[in-house]
């Protein structure tokens, strides 16, 4: 009982679960029963892509990398999904070329950084000049709209819970079913030592070329899921969210180093980062004060995690009882 | 089984690791493989078990030929390492680590990873080695003992036709190595070839059949361990004749003061605490021996508080050092041999390189430059010029000319001349003899027992030391500074 007690607070997740509920907590006392149906199915909606988003760079980063293509990818899914449904295509075959644009940019990432060994931060930065120019290219100016039967699916399957609901389930079985496959267990090993995972037969390149691609598969299915919900293609719809994704892995116990955190956590990290803004809202009325807010806000999260989550890690290892003890 | 190694060479740049080297071996045999610093022993291994691939020769196993481009090859082919800098992963339990070589053995029928097989499969080779509690913990949270007897678990796993064990033993208690040896020998009367690797010759002679000798890289020849005694092994891993060793009682050991002495400093070697202590007397040149590995270089690089502060008694004054800032500032020099890593600023100058500690540190500014490096020996047209333009033995020549130009008391030198050529070492040493007279101490590691013998005939006043398993094992004078003696009490015989 006690060992799955530490085990629950050495899980790299449990600091931004402390973060998240008290959240909730503090939103409650701030402004009493803001949790109702309309608070949440815009929650959901505008934050999804974030938690969705996250959870997949949490893949990229557990296997050591780093990808800051995030917002490219997802600005070029969203003028794709407009631009096609712009063309009176059929729906299953815009997503289906949506997820094959989204897998052709994380095949380039993955090529780039696992099997030519260029610098992920550079090869990403660059591809996602590259996907939101692209993007910039096909759409210069913000318009269209989602098909009409989508749309009303979006906002009222399950009395408007269900879709947005979906897409995050979508991703979050995903994640698991990473996590308990082969896939899992070599992400983590890559993550932390390349060198050791080489010698342990591990195919280091191929491990970091199909992190970048499913981390892009994660993207593409939030990008659609933002916008359904937009319902309007903008190529620069989605621009900043890759720091705050970044983020929201690091304030989820995501190490940047590589070999440590959950995806799980990435999404409570970037659910907090939506909630802190709540928060925010409610505390800070003089518009021109809200970002600096926040940004202190944000500022003692990812200090506050990443401090609690160094002094769990050293409080709480179970140091193994030496039994054979003799020295010779 | 047979496995025949004929004739392999490699070579990492300039640098011969292996030339020409043989190695046959049958089912049903424990082979001790034994040699000096730079023998070739882990090359051997490392090519055998697809961690490095050979530049020539050929193996056979049963006649047919083989060859492992990865370590994945490798243990396809069955032929497993163990790795002396433990292969493990320290995010990952236990029982991952000891199946992480082919986890597609613990995937359940819906090709989901089945934790519970995992652990099963894990927990009968720890309870073979007497570890069973630690199933479930991390890699982090076990003791370096059983880090290494999960190393050896991982390896067991695989069920390897060939099993390379190196350097295993060091890091576990005696108990522990006699579990280790007993499987060693069961799995030898299964027929599987095992080889291996220790620098401790007693267990080479109690574990082994047959041991084979290489040095420099080269094959000297396999004998029945029966049939040799341990002076007689020493000496084909030398290649001098060594009777016992000889140290005729030296009552000189120079009258100059003593300038710095180190206090005991903290060693952790193979899970052994230990600590040394080293008194050097002003222009005394003190060269440090042993096998790699044995705390040498942590010792000397705590001297220079690179990785902590380090408290000593310099000059008759405790001082303490806070890091390399404050080594510099008391007249500390660190010359290192990796000389990529930690010697040369690639993108920069010859110039700059030169004066940078004086420059950056000491806020000296350097005059003559051109002098400087003409001291030492440094041959290049233009010290505008890169430094990366220069051969390998210049540009250490050019690390080396920065300290000079600090006038250190202490100079420490982590292997400094490996890998440059003969006439750049030369330089080098002369450079160290100018130093000394002109008030400097050295301390040298050199993995080169030969270099030390050299260096010490040259030095006015001189003394080695031989490390081993974390302490020094002897001190040598004058006479007594041979290459005999020095092998012989670094393979621990004192």
Avoid at chain 1, 214 to 235: E, K, V
Avoid at chain 1, 280 to 297: E, P, R, T, W, Y
Avoid at chain 2, 101 to 106: A, K, R, S, V, W
């Amino acid at each position: 009982m006690k060992s799955k007690l530490i085990n629950f607070i050495r899980w790299p997740a449990f600091v931004s679960l402390v973060l998240l509920v008290s959240l909730l907590i503090i939103n409650q006392i701030l402004s009493p029963g803001y949790l109702n149906k309309a608070y949440i199915t815009n929650f959901l909606g505008s934050n999804g892509p974030l938690i969705m988003s996250s959870i997949g760079l949490s893949i990229v980063l557990i296997s050591g990398g780093m990808d800051i293509s995030v917002d490219g990818i997802m600005s070029l899914i969203n003028v794709v999904y407009i631009t096609l449904s712009e063309s009176g295509m059929q729906t299953i075959l815009i997503l289906v070329i949506c997820i094959l644009v989204g897998l052709f940019c994380g095949i380039i990432n993955g090529l780039f950084v696992g099997y030519l060994r260029i610098t992920p931060i550079l090869t990403t930065f660059a591809t996602s000049s590259l996907f939101s120019g692209i993007a910039l290219w096909i759409m210069p100016s913000p318009r269209g709209s989602v098909p009409k039967g989508l749309l009303n699916w979006y906002y009222s399957w399950l009395g408007g819970f269900g879709a947005p609901i979906l897409f995050l389930l979508i991703i979050v079985i995903g994640w698991f079913i990473i996590r308990k496959s082969k896939l899992g267990i070599m992400l983590y090993a890559v993550g932390a030592n390349k060198e050791n995972s080489y010698l342990s037969g591990i195919n280091v390149y191929r491990v970091q070329f199909i992190s970048y691609v499913l981390a892009a598969l994660f993207y593409t299915i939030s990008a659609i899921s933002m916008t359904t919900y937009f319902s309007g293609g903008d190529a620069t719809v989605a621009s900043a969210l890759t720091m705050k994704a970044i983020t929201a892995c690091v304030i989820g116990g995501v190490l940047l180093s590589g070999g440590v955190g959950d995806g799980i956590g990435a999404a409570f990290g970037a659910t907090s980062l939506g909630l802190a803004i709540t928060t925010v809202l409610a505390i800070v009325k003089n518009a021109f004060f809200q970002d600096f807010a926040s940004g202190v806000l944000m500022l003692i999260a990812v200090i506050g995690c990443t401090l609690l989550n160094r002094y769990i890690a050293n409080k709480f290892s179970k140091k193994g009882v030496v039994i054979n003890a003799e020295k010779d | 089984m047979k496995l025949e190694c004929k004739n392999i060479s490699k070579r990492y740049g300039s640098v011969v690791a292996l030339n020409n080297a043989d190695l046959t071996i049958e089912s049903g045999e424990i082979r001790g493989l034994v040699g000096g610093n730079g023998s070739g022993k882990s090359t051997l291994s490392k090519i055998l078990s697809g961690a490095a691939v050979l530049d020539e020769g050929e193996i056979l196993i049963d006649n047919f030929p083989y060859k492992a481009n990865s370590p994945r090859e490798g243990k396809e082919k069955g032929i497993v390492m163990t790795a002396q800098e433990l292969s493990l992963l320290r995010n990952l339990s236990v029982s991952y680590n000891i199946n992480l070589c082919f986890l597609d053995e613990i995937l359940g029928k819906s090709r989901f990873i089945n934790k519970d097989y995992a652990e099963q499969r894990a927990i009968e080779l720890l309870e073979m080695l007497n570890i069973k509690h630690i199933l479930e913990m991390n890699i982090n949270d076990i003791s370096t003992n059983e880090q290494y007897l999960v190393e050896f678990a991982k390896a067991l796993i695989q069920k390897p036709k060939i099993l390379i064990v190196d350097e295993i033993t060091s890091a576990l208690y005696k108990n522990d190595v006699e579990i280790v040896k007993n499987v060693l020998f069961k799995l030898r009367d299964e027929g599987i070839i095992i080889i291996y690797i220790s620098h401790r010759l007693n267990e080479i002679f109690e574990i082994c059949d047959n041991v084979t000798v290489l040095r420099n890289g080269n094959t000297v020849g396999t004998f029945d361990v029966s049939n040799i005694d341990e002076n007689e092994l020493i000496s084909y891993m030398s290649g001098r004749e060594i009777k016992d060793v000889l140290v005729s009682e030296h009552l000189d050991e120079g009258s100059t003061p003593v300038i710095l002495d180190t206090k005991d400093v903290p060693l952790n070697v193979h899970n052994k605490d230990t600590s040394v202590r080293l008194r050097v007397r002003e222009k005394e040149f003190v060269g440090i021996a042993g096998l790699e590995g044995q705390g040498q270089k942590d010792f000397l690089r705590s001297l220079f508080a690179i990785d902590k502060p380090i408290t000593l008694e310099y000059k008759g004054e405790v001082v303490t050092l806070n890091g390399p800032r404050d080594a510099v500032k008391n007249k500390f020099a660190f010359i290192s041999g990796d000389r990529e890593v930690e010697g040369t600023f690639k993108e920069r100058s010859i110039a700059e390189n030169a004066v940078a500690v004086s420059d950056l540190v000491l806020n000296s500014k350097i005059q003559e430059v051109d002098d400087l490096l003409k001291n030492s020996g440094v041959k290049y047209s233009n010290a505008k010029d890169l430094i990366i333009s220069l051969s390998g033995g210049n540009q250490q020549k050019v690390v080396i000319s920065r300290w000079t130009a600090t006038k250190p008391n202490i100079i420490l030198a982590d292997d400094p001349t490996k890998g440059i050529d003969i006439q750049a070492r030369r330089d080098v040493h002369e450079t160290m003899r100018n130093m000394l007279e002109s008030g400097s101490s050295v301390i040298m590691i050199s993995s080169d027992d030969e270099e030390l013998v050299e260096t010490s005939k040259m030095m006015p006043m001189s003394r080695v030391v031989v490390f081993y398993e974390g302490t020094i094992v002897a001190t040598l004078y004058g006479e007594d500074i041979s290459l005999e003696n020095i092998s012989a009490t670094s393979s621990g015989k004192y």
